[in-house]
């Protein structure tokens, strides 16, 4: 909200979120335009968590609402593309319930109840995971320079609002675009242009610190621990801290998606479907993703939600391609089974407090 309200904050190196100016900036462009238009801006002091008093402006306020309300449609239109790619086009009822089911799993989570309606870019952490699936089911349909650019230069400017959004250029490298150097070369390039941005930020007169790394040595914590000869340790520490952060219920969901996905598999007499090598970049990624943020050494509940989001709907996709139109019953008893769960979580948690 300070940055927004003051953007000259993120040039002369009093923003905390100095990495992402991104969000802000295009906070701050919309709030400007609606004071033109005569929106009401009321000034607020809210008191934060810290302690520390802000004064919050409607104008400004609204505009992250709106950003918030736009990245949740987002996701949840690409998660449905995604999840039910129109196999069941006159089942009406069935469709309905996998919508509720993917809105549910994108927007009715810890996540989103704690963050929606606050100034934060923690939302971004919803539609990473989604945008991944995207991407990886689209592989083959990256075959263009002109769309292989044009993928690569959105997520660089995706990471001026949220960096985490750089490890999807792994996706991009294993596209069908020419030959892999040339995918390699094009991703470095347009990945050092977001690494610059602190070079050209000074040399333009400004200051620049990352407060991610100065505060919680972010990634750097491993150079730290090599330096320190201590790296055994300090990994067994923060792995069990990465561990402490998985979200009871995902877990809870994820094994009964998963408890549910076998046996139908197996009535059909396609469990060998669940081992297909499509599915390989799915699981590569993943294992990718999971790295990022344990290597990260900064570890919450709404970092680690996004892994959860991203299995539970690549596994509902699998379970609807598996099912097709067959098991009818036991097709609505696992649907609607899913479908309480996620509803009960929604009412019963408070949302990721650490």
Do not use: C
């Amino acid at each position: 909200m300070k940055d927004a309200q003051s953007p000259e904050r993120l040039f002369d190196g009093q923003s905390v979120y100095q990495d992402r100016p991104g969000h802000p900036l295009l906070i701050w462009i919309m709030s400007s335009f609606l004071k033109v238009i005569g929106f009401p801006n009321i000034s607020r002091e809210v008191v934060g968590n810290s302690g520390d008093i802000t004064l919050y402006q409607s104008a400004f306020y609204f505009s992250f609402l709106v950003i918030n309300l736009l990245v949740l449609l987002l996701a949840v239109k690409l998660a449905i593309s995604f999840v039910n790619p129109g196999i069941h086009k006159n089942d009406v009822y069935f469709n309905a319930i996998i919508i509720l089911l993917v809105m549910f799993i994108v927007a009715g989570n810890e996540l989103t109840k704690t963050f929606f309606w606050t100034p934060h870019s923690q939302m971004f952490n919803i539609l990473l995971p989604v945008i991944a699936l995207v991407l990886i089911n689209n592989l083959k349909r990256i075959d263009t320079l002109g769309i292989f650019v044009s993928l690569t230069l959105g997520l660089v400017v995706l990471m001026f609002f949220y960096p985490l959004f750089g490890i999807l250029s792994i996706i991009l490298i294993f596209s069908n675009y020419s030959q892999f150097w040339k995918r390699a070369l094009i991703v470095f390039i347009a990945m050092f242009g977001y690494l610059l941005y602190p070079k050209v930020l000074e040399f333009l007169g400004g200051s620049y610190s990352n407060y991610a790394i100065l505060k919680f040595r972010q990634y750097v914590w491993i150079l730290d621990a090599a330096k320190q000869d201590n790296i055994a340790e300090r990994s067994a520490t923060n792995f069990n801290s990465f561990i402490s952060t998985v979200p009871l219920i995902p877990s809870l969901l994820l094994l009964t998606s998963s408890i549910l996905l076998y046996v139908v598999a197996a009535k059909a007499g396609k469990k060998s479907a669940i081992l297909s090598l499509e599915f390989l970049p799915y699981l590569l990624f993943l294992i990718v993703y999971l790295f990022a943020l344990l290597a990260m050494g900064y570890y919450s509940r709404r970092l680690t939600l996004g892994p959860f989001i991203f299995l539970e709907l690549f596994m509902l996709r699998i379970g609807i391609s598996i099912l097709g139109s067959h098991f009818q019953k036991r097709r609505l008893i696992a649907t609607h089974s899913l479908l309480l769960l996620l509803v009960g979580s929604w009412f019963w948690t408070n949302g990721p407090l650490s």
